[in-house]
């Protein structure tokens, strides 16, 4: 392919050390999806050649820029696990190296002052429009002679500065050789004399972005494929600046399942939301690579260090990459079903916490200043029963739930029972079949009484499955044991699927197993 051939030509070139990435977001939201994933192909790429990866706050839209975004930006970038060389630089502190471009822009004659009102590019506008002509700007503006200019200005009249296209430059098509898509197109002519400032300290998007690609020495400029069109307006002024131009390589776009550009309408878009859901930073990463990644075999597991080994433009796809959760969900499991249990504890805790299940205490021990002061062992406590708890049996509630988590967050929902002073569920539930109420009740009670005589020391999942079992083939659930574990299991947990129940009546222990028999015998009868 010659779109290929052209672009390991142009990365044959790279010599370790010369790369130098960017990424641009604007802080008028909080780290989006889209960008987060951008951000990791600038990052890759960097890495890779052993380059620099800048950090660039686009905050020119003042109205919309807040630091609160800025901040959730940073968090979660540095979250992510995708740190920058260089930077935070901000647009904002740098107005003074746009204006001295807008000047001399406007000197010679490269840009100029537009009077026209809104109503009358409006109005302008329709009228292309309605003959069939791209609603580009007229023009009128182009020529004022400096008197007009003079007159306006005195006035106070409004104007916004845009750039001459009517210039010569090296001919009327803008070609540049995308590192994805390869050789790509523009007609100059129809980019119009588009706006550049709204006043000499008002720079817009498409000139401070030249500036400041240029001023931080950018070599590749990596972004989604919605920055396509503003590209050939780029290397416009690039060409009039005499800029250097550099290399861009155009991501595609992440779809939702209908195929139409993610929205906040398909998915959650902003990270922070991924993470406080129970995403892990790495099943994140390894999702957003394959979004519009592919290794040249069908593995689908990768780790920050193996895809910095790994990444090519070359296994970048150009169509739409759509964005399935379900995909995120089950490499989200692979992730945590990796982890330590004491990791994975701890990394649960907090939502326990959260959710008001479980709270710490801090215990501040004292030492002698040789040994180091005082130190804080935090240990925790049942918000509802007052009851420590200690961490081992928290490792061993989170030990039942490993395989099945899919995110972090779920651990509330599958565990909670284990937290709560009563448990509330329908009767019904501890139907097992067509059981009756006094078949029910006759299980309970004969759970009761075996579950009765097991002693405290000989209290563990494994004897107490030995027991049930035994009892299972002599009794009358013989034929099936749910007869005896189905209501076992709602008494101890109230929930239609959980944990089995050994394990479960492990952790409880002796007492609360027998009271939570007695309440579901409470509420059968
Ligand atoms: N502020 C733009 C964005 O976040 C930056 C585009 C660019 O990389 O040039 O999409």
Redesign the pocket.
């Given at each position: 392919m010659k779109g290929n051939l052209k672009r390991s030509e142009a990365l044959k070139l790279i010599r370790p050390g010369e790369i130098r990435v960017?990424?641009?977001?604007?802080p008028t939201g909080p780290l989006?999806i889209g960008?987060a994933r951008?951000t990791l192909f600038n990052y890759l790429f960097a890495k890779k050649y052993k380059g620099s990866f800048i950090l660039r706050i686009?905050d020119t839209d003042i109205g919309r820029s807040t630091k609160e975004f800025e901040e959730d930006i940073k968090q979660n970038l540095k979250w992510l696990g995708l740190e920058w060389d260089e930077g935070p630089y901000r647009q904002s502190e740098r107005k003074e190296i746009y204006r001295k471009y807008i000047e001399k822009l406007l000197k010679e004659k490269s840009a100029y002052c537009c009077f026209c009102s809104k109503e009358e590019l409006e109005e302008q506008r329709q009228y292309k429009m309605s003959i069939g002509e791209p609603p580009l700007y007229s023009g009128k503006c182009r020529n004022l002679t400096p008197a007009q200019i003079k007159k306006n200005l005195g006035q106070g009249k409004p104007f916004i500065i845009r750039f001459n296209n009517s210039q010569k430059t090296d001919g009327e098509k803008i070609i540049f050789n995308d590192l994805i898509r390869g050789k790509i197109e523009f007609n100059k002519t129809l980019l119009g004399d588009f706006a550049i400032a709204k006043s000499l300290d008002a720079p817009l998007?498409n000139l401070v972005?030249v500036i400041d690609?240029f001023k931080m020495k950018i070599t590749h400029?990596?972004?989604?494929e919605?920055?396509i069109s503003?590209t050939p307006k780029?290397i416009l002024l690039q060409k009039v600046l005499k800029l250097p131009q550099p290399k861009y390589a155009h991501l595609p776009l992440i779809l939702g399942p209908d195929k139409s550009k993610l929205s906040k309408r398909h998915n959650t878009v902003a990270v922070s939301k991924y993470r406080k859901d129970g995403y892990l930073p790495e099943a994140l990463i390894n999702f957003m690579v394959l979004l519009g990644w592919n290794p040249k075999d069908n593995r689908e597991i990768f780790s920050l260090p193996s895809l910095i080994k790994e990444f090519t433009f070359e296994g970048i796809q150009k169509a739409g990459a759509i964005f399935n959760i379900s995909k995120l969900d089950w490499i989200n499991g692979f992730y945590i079903r990796q982890k330590s249990i004491k990791k994975l504890t701890e990394l649960c805790l907090p939502y326990l916490i959260e959710k008001g299940l479980v709270e710490p205490i801090f215990k501040t021990e004292q030492y002698p200043p040789a040994y180091g002061g005082k130190i804080i062992t935090p240990s925790y406590q049942i918000s509802e029963t007052r009851e420590n708890i200690n961490f081992e049996n928290l490792e061993k509630i989170i030990n039942l739930y490993q395989e099945r988590l899919k995110k972090l967050s779920e651990i509330v929902e599958l565990t909670d029972f284990f937290f709560r002073l009563k448990l509330n569920y329908p009767k019904e539930l501890l139907r097992w079949k067509d059981m009756t109420d006094k078949e029910i009740k006759e299980s309970l009670d004969k759970l009761t009484k075996v579950l009765g005589k097991i002693k405290e020391k000989n209290w563990t999942a494994l004897n107490l499955e030995e027991i049930l079992l035994k009892e299972v083939k002599a009794g009358r659930a013989s034929k099936d044991r749910g007869y005896l574990l189905w209501p076992l299991r709602v008494a101890l947990t109230g929930k239609k699927t959980s944990a089995g129940p050994f394990e479960i009546a492990e952790i409880l222990g002796k007492e609360k197993t027998l009271k939570r028999i007695k309440e579901a015998i409470n509420i059968i009868i």
């Open positions: 960017r990424i641009a977001p604007s989006h960008t951008t686009e998007y972005v690609d400029i990596i972004r989604g919605d920055h503003n780029q």
